[in-house]
């Protein structure tokens, strides 16, 4: 079957590092024969407001809705004009208008780099659309309001069906992902009875579908220390909104930085690949940004898309990047400065593309 991905650049190291994840998806692609998969570039960001006075227009959203799944680099909000209505941040629009429910942050160790800790391989699970998040939440009129000068309010919201849908994904992934069979659920029920009390009977209820996964659970507190300090414990870890972001950031952490954290965001019938780190304005238009994470992301993309369609040959080269990767990072001649390299964002991924068409 033939396949439409579309590709959003964003803005800053996002120009630079998603066209390195489409080169080596494509090296990938194209070394399975029979692979149909065809790239559409759609514009987002400053780039787009400079061109079509808007940061996401509406040809994007009506371009991306023919397509199978998309890419997104990242989005330099922060530095978009305040109060113009037409400079608005991408990524949460796109996550709530396509119900992407839950997005999943691997971070892994690589033994041939310098981390914090060794031997992780642990999985994010993170509720999208809920939580304190008022740009995100999928009930209109919830978020933050400000009463008076001296005070201001967020409303967290958590529902039993978003709850019911992030951790059905997250034993789904427990069990694709083999090894430990294991879910960790986070929460801070002792405080938000009513919220996350709802988000752990409904996280409970779910468990009893999925007898040969382990659940166990921790107060956000407790977890982030034994996180720190014995990361290699844990398998898939599941978290509503907030406690989600932090964590797979913290997670990054000890695995070399934002630079080695992918992700990709799931829903029933589209998924996009977007990496967890930021548009990095500071090493923009200097070739220095490390693409891994935009490269896993979208080797997280061909995955997903190999699974839902039970189309071994996207499997295949959604698994030929993962090879591809890890032997470059292996070998250690094609890095980036924060993996203690010397090589160019494009030089890194023109590595990794050139071991995706040898494998």
Not at 286 to 315: C, F, H, T
Request: proline share 5%; glycine share 10%; with cysteine.
């Amino acid at each position: 079957m033939p396949y439409n991905i579309g590709v959003l650049n964003g803005d800053d190291i996002g120009l630079e590092v998603v066209p390195q994840a489409v080169r080596v998806m494509q090296a990938a692609i194209a070394a399975e024969t029979g692979l149909d998969v065809q790239f559409h570039d759609f514009p987002v960001g400053w780039p787009s407001y400079l061109e079509y006075g808007h940061t996401l227009p509406q040809q994007t959203m009506d371009g991306l809705r023919q397509m199978d799944g998309f890419v997104l680099g990242p989005i330099g909000h922060a530095a978009y004009p305040k109060g113009d209505p037409n400079c608005v941040n991408a990524h949460p629009i796109l996550r709530k208008q396509f119900d992407l429910f839950a997005n999943m942050r691997p971070t892994r160790s690589y033994p041939t780099l310098p981390s914090v800790q060794r031997d992780v391989d642990l999985l994010v699970v993170r509720e999208n659309n809920e939580g304190f998040q008022p740009d995100r939440n999928m009930i209109a009129g919830c978020g933050e309001f400000q009463p008076t000068e001296d005070s201001a309010f967020s409303v967290r919201v958590i529902t039993k069906r978003g709850s019911e849908r992030v951790a059905r994904a997250a034993f789904e992934a427990a069990r694709q992902r083999g090894g430990k069979r294991r879910v960790t659920a986070i929460h801070k029920r002792t405080v938000f009875k009513l919220t996350d009390g709802l988000f752990m009977r409904t996280v409970e209820s779910v468990a009893k579908e999925y007898p040969d996964i382990t659940l166990d659970d921790y107060q956000v507190d407790t977890f982030a220390m034994h996180l720190v300090m014995r990361p290699q414990r844990f398998d898939v870890i599941l978290c509503t909104n907030m406690f989600g972001d932090i964590l797979s950031d913290q997670a990054a952490g000890l695995v070399g930085g934002l630079g080695m954290a992918p992700g990709l965001n799931i829903g029933d019938t589209q998924a996009m690949a977007q990496a967890t780190h930021g548009s990095a304005p500071d090493i923009a238009g200097k070739k220095l940004a490390n693409p891994y994470a935009m490269i896993m992301s979208g080797q997280m993309l061909l995955e997903w898309l190999g699974a839902r369609n039970q189309d071994a040959r996207m499997v295949a080269a959604a698994r030929r990047i993962t090879t591809a990767v890890e032997q470059v990072l292996g070998e250690g001649k094609a890095l980036t400065r924060d993996l203690s390299g010397t090589a160019t964002t494009d030089e890194m991924g023109a590595a990794i593309a050139e071991v995706c068409r040898a494998l």
